[in-house]
């Protein structure tokens, strides 16, 4: 596609459910990053890929968070019993390996736990 | 601890002055540094970056200012328009992590007509 498509754009769920949230990368990126924003506050690193195997997931905040990625292309971010400190915007960011550092950013998914 | 710092959570500058946003980084690992702008509702753009090796790029009306020594780097922006209106994110990277980026928390920056 054109961009990065990440989907549902808002996510409302009631605290203790599982949320799955999508993200469609550039065509022919190698490279996804999953970021969150909590309220007021920056950028979080959560997790990277390269092709479909994840190098660093050191962001992760605890084993809740999982992430996946098939064929090179879609991946889905996974919350399980969601907490209300995971309510944050979700961004989906990709980037050729030949322009390194041109991260494309996704406009997010808003997760709001309640 | 965070490795990238913006200590200016806002500015307001008036449209047709210089706008300058500065951000501070601890780790000395780090060798190319990026901002970007983001506008509610979007995810973040890529505006302008600058490799450790140089002390200053160019954009148009955008300059970045890395001053290694000091930890240091700054946007200026000028003149500023009100379309700049977004907040502003400095980030960085080492060769040791390859492909990941630190954010700073961002400085919201208005413009004011």
């Known amino acids: 596609g054109a961009g990065v498509s990440q989907s549902p754009s808002n996510k409302v769920t009631e605290k203790g459910k599982d949320v799955e949230l999508r993200c469609d990368p550039i065509?022919?990126?190698?490279?996804l990053y999953w970021y969150r924003q909590s309220l007021g506050q920056g950028l979080e690193f959560l997790i990277y890929?390269?092709?479909?195997?994840?190098?660093?997931k050191s962001g992760l905040p605890s084993d809740r968070f999982s992430a996946e990625r098939t064929g090179g292309s879609v991946s889905t971010l996974t919350i399980q019993r969601t907490q209300q400190e995971d309510s944050a915007v979700y961004l989906c960011?990709?980037?050729?390996?030949?322009?390194?550092?041109?991260?494309?950013f996704g406009s997010g998914t808003r997760l709001t736990v309640v | 601890d965070q490795q990238v710092k913006q200590n200016s959570p806002s500015l307001s500058v008036q449209e047709g002055r210089i706008s300058i946003l500065n951000c501070d980084y601890t780790?000395?690992?780090?060798?190319?540094f990026l901002w970007y702008k983001k506008y509610p509702a979007e995810g973040p753009t890529f505006l302008i970056s600058?490799?450790?090796?140089?002390d200053k790029n160019e954009d148009g009306r955008f300059t970045v200012f890395l001053n290694k020594s000091a930890k240091h780097l700054s946007l200026h922006i000028v003149p500023s328009q009100p379309g700049d209106s977004a907040v502003y994110f400095c980030?960085?990277?080492?060769?040791?992590?390859?492909?990941?980026?630190?954010f700073g928390p961002g400085t919201s920056l208005s413009v004011i007509p």
């Open positions: 960011a990709s980037s050729s390996y030949l322009t390194e550092y041109g991260y494309t």
């Open positions: 065509s022919g990126h190698t490279a």
């Open positions: 890929f390269q092709g479909n195997s994840a190098p660093d």
């Open positions: 780790n000395s690992m780090f060798d190319y």
């Open positions: 600058i490799s450790s090796i140089k």
């Open positions: 980030a960085a990277s080492a060769k040791t992590s390859y492909d990941k980026v630190i």
